[in-house]
């Protein structure tokens, strides 16, 4: 486990503190950055920024950036007891499956949630985040967001059922990690559609096995 210290200003050290003290590095200069946000705050620019600055880095053999701010206390054991059971190499990736004999599309979040959906939708269609959010300004619409959204779905019917995370193991022998996820109770309103119905389900499980070569098999 390694880490760095980022400030705004170079401070005093001592000959003492080295080397047991994470390094300290000093945040590149944002005062030509536009900032028109009379609400917020400048800093924000600066914290966003340490994110990027440290990939810039080039640390090798790292698989988690982990960040906290000046008030955070990391207990390491702790941290790495957790961050060993999740596939860094996945933990942000989407998946879209589809079961056929029920006509349900399955989103499983790695990390996050798992959502299923009466009905078969493309995988550009669920791969786009539904507007369950409102913009940061309350007066802005759905276009001033950076990103394409999806608008919530008006037919009761396509209401997804979601499942959040609570809890994942890791399966040493099977080389394995198996996640599991809560389904989020909220009430669904009355489907007059003829096909399986997914609330008696309670919790969905999901197994996956690390692939390093995933990416070189894609076809282009």
């Given at each position: 486990?390694?880490?760095v210290?980022?400030?705004?200003?170079?401070?005093e050290?001592k000959?003492?503190?080295?080397?047991?003290?994470?390094?300290?590095?000093?945040?590149g200069d944002?005062?030509?950055?536009?900032?028109?946000?009379?609400?917020?705050?400048?800093?924000?620019?600066r914290i966003?920024?340490?994110?990027?600055e440290t990939?810039r880095?080039?640390m090798?053999d790292v698989?988690?950036?982990?960040?906290g701010?000046?008030d955070t206390v990391?207990?390491?054991e702790?941290l790495i007891?957790?961050?060993r059971?999740m596939?860094?190499?996945?933990?942000?990736q989407q998946?879209?499956?589809?079961d056929?004999s029920r006509s349900w599309?399955?989103?499983v979040?790695w990390?996050?949630?798992?959502?299923i959906f009466?009905?078969?939708?493309?995988?550009?269609?669920?791969?786009?985040?539904?507007?369950t959010f409102?913009?940061?300004?309350?007066?802005?619409?759905y276009?001033a967001?950076?990103?394409?959204t999806?608008p919530?779905?008006?037919?009761p019917?396509?209401?997804?059922?979601?499942?959040y995370?609570?809890?994942?193991r890791?399966l040493t022998?099977l080389n394995?990690?198996?996640?599991e996820?809560?389904?989020?109770?909220?009430?669904h309103p009355?489907?007059?559609?003829?096909?399986?119905d997914?609330?008696?389900?309670?919790?969905?499980?999901v197994y996956?096995?690390p692939?390093?070569?995933?990416?070189?098999?894609?076809?282009v």
């Amino acid at each position: 486990m390694r880490g760095v210290v980022w400030l705004d200003d170079e401070v005093e050290t001592k000959e003492e503190d080295k080397g047991v003290l994470p390094p300290i590095k000093i945040s590149g200069d944002t005062s030509k950055f536009v900032y028109k946000n009379k609400q917020g705050h400048r800093s924000a620019i600066r914290i966003s920024r340490i994110v990027s600055e440290t990939l810039r880095l080039g640390m090798e053999d790292v698989r988690w950036f982990v960040m906290g701010d000046d008030d955070t206390v990391f207990v390491t054991e702790n941290l790495i007891r957790i961050l060993r059971k999740m596939d860094s190499a996945g933990i942000m990736q989407q998946s879209i499956c589809y079961d056929k004999s029920r006509s349900w599309t399955v989103s499983v979040s790695w990390g996050f949630a798992v959502q299923i959906f009466r009905g078969v939708f493309s995988p550009r269609e669920i791969e786009m985040p539904s507007r369950t959010f409102l913009n940061w300004y309350r007066r802005a619409d759905y276009t001033a967001y950076a990103f394409n959204t999806r608008p919530v779905a008006r037919n009761p019917c396509q209401k997804p059922f979601v499942f959040y995370l609570s809890k994942a193991r890791s399966l040493t022998s099977l080389n394995t990690t198996v996640s599991e996820y809560q389904r989020h109770r909220v009430p669904h309103p009355e489907c007059k559609w003829k096909m399986a119905d997914p609330s008696s389900i309670n919790m969905a499980v999901v197994y996956k096995r690390p692939d390093p070569q995933l990416w070189s098999r894609v076809s282009v």
